[in-house]
């Protein structure tokens, strides 16, 4: 027969646990929340950055495409018109990156390297250890 004492210690003990559980539970998705909402805000200044940056160069296409071409027109060159082909490849991929797909396509590439290409993600020598920080630490202290 057990002590009713040693009982309702046990119980309490039972219910101190599954407190910490749950408080740890919850800190652990606060934690995750605010990693997200983190993660989310820098992607959004990413591409605010790409909108902006596109808008910056695609006036500077503009100036130098009319520029290009009333050159061209009046040397009567068209070599004079050559740089804007790759200033135009240079145009299209700013505009994918800032309005267009290219995110959901890096997403999904992401996605794909994650699935079928972990091994590739591995960091040099492993994931660290406490034991290697805490060497490395006193390493620098000496």
């Not at 503009?62 to 240079?90: D, E, Q």
């Not at 991929?93 to 996605?111: C, F, N, P, S, V």
């Amino acid at each position: 027969m057990g002590n009713p004492m040693s009982k309702a210690m046990n119980e309490q003990l039972e219910k101190n646990q599954e407190f910490m559980l749950r408080t740890q539970r919850m800190q652990m998705e606060r934690q995750i929340m605010m990693q997200n909402v983190m993660r989310e805000r820098m992607m959004a200044m990413q591409m605010a950055r790409a909108r902006d940056m596109f808008m910056w160069y695609s006036s500077f296409y503009g100036v130098a495409a009319v520029l290009t071409l009333i050159g061209t027109v009046k040397t009567r060159k068209p070599g004079v018109f050559v740089p804007i082909i790759p200033l135009s490849f240079i145009l299209g991929y700013q505009y994918d990156l800032a309005h267009g797909t290219k995110i959901e396509r890096m997403k999904e590439e992401a996605e794909r390297i994650l699935k079928e290409e972990l091994s590739l993600l591995d960091l040099p020598q492993g994931v660290p250890t406490f034991d290697d920080i805490e060497n490395a630490r006193l390493a620098l202290k000496k």
